[in-house]
């Protein structure tokens, strides 16, 4: 079975300093999607970032940007020049094909505080 | 486009009651899944419809909860009777395969007292 690891339950980070938080998964697959949602306070889950795994440039979204290395099975979000609204809980995710459809396996998550 | 639609945001009921979730996907988008988030769990896949056909419920924890997409424009959640393990923010996501894009609703958040 699939599976997505985040290692780090929380984070913090200084405003305006770098973080990196963590994500491994398992798969046989070759080809798959990869991403990280942010979940605010609000509840709302946001897509932030996605890589394609054939893909071998690392995604980046304005201050996002993920380290994917795939033999390793690792896919790692930094944020740089952290802002206070980052404060949130990121999800990793690993989309999996199953019965002709595909469907989200998350992480546990890892809850980033931002400090002034 | 509104965006996966939810509700109610809040739901508090006593157990034993019925309660049900409602979910107005994407337009067009052709997958509809529900997933259940806590604390202990994280983000579970209880169902997922295609085409408004339950395609797997092998998620679904018990008898007590069912789940209807009568048409493309929504779906329901049930939970009969309601137990107060039950509580938990329940999520309505759609998903569009062409672009890999999967959308999620604000959820509704369930406490059984």
């Known amino acids: 079975a699939q599976t997505v690891t985040q290692s780090q339950p929380e984070m913090s980070v200084q405003e305006a300093e770098t973080v990196t938080l963590s994500c491994t998964y398992d798969?046989?697959?070759?080809?798959?999607?990869l991403f990280w949602y942010k979940q605010p306070p609000s509840r709302q889950m946001i897509l932030v970032i996605r890589?394609?795994?054939?893909?071998?440039q690392n995604a980046t979204e304005n201050r996002f940007s993920v380290n994917f290395q795939k033999a390793a099975k690792s896919f790692s979000l930094k944020i740089s020049d952290s802002q206070l609204g980052d404060a949130a809980m990121y999800f990793c995710?690993?989309?999996?094909?199953?019965?002709?459809?595909?469907?989200?396996?998350f992480g546990k998550g890892t809850k980033l505080t931002v400090n002034p | 486009d509104a965006g996966v639609i939810q509700s109610p945001r809040h739901e508090v009921t006593e157990m034993g009651q019925e309660v049900t979730l409602r979910c107005k996907p994407i337009?067009?988008?052709?997958?509809l899944f529900w997933y259940r988030q806590t604390m202990m769990r994280g983000l579970e896949l209880l169902i997922y419809?295609?085409?408004?056909?339950?395609?797997?419920d092998s998620g679904m924890p018990e008898d007590r909860f069912s789940a209807k997409m009568p048409n493309a424009s929504f779906s329901t959640l049930k939970i009969q009777p309601s137990e107060p393990r039950d509580s938990a923010v329940y999520f309505c996501?759609?998903?569009?395969?062409?672009?890999?894009?999967?959308?999620f609703g604000s959820g509704t958040r369930l406490t059984v007292v």
């Open positions: 798969t046989s697959e070759s080809d798959y999607y």
């Open positions: 419809f295609n085409n408004n056909v339950p395609i797997d």
């Open positions: 996501a759609s998903y569009e395969p062409e672009t890999y894009g999967y959308t």
């Open positions: 337009s067009g988008h052709d997958y």
């Open positions: 890589q394609e795994a054939y893909k071998q």
């Open positions: 995710a690993y989309l999996v094909e199953e019965g002709g459809s595909e469907k989200l396996v």
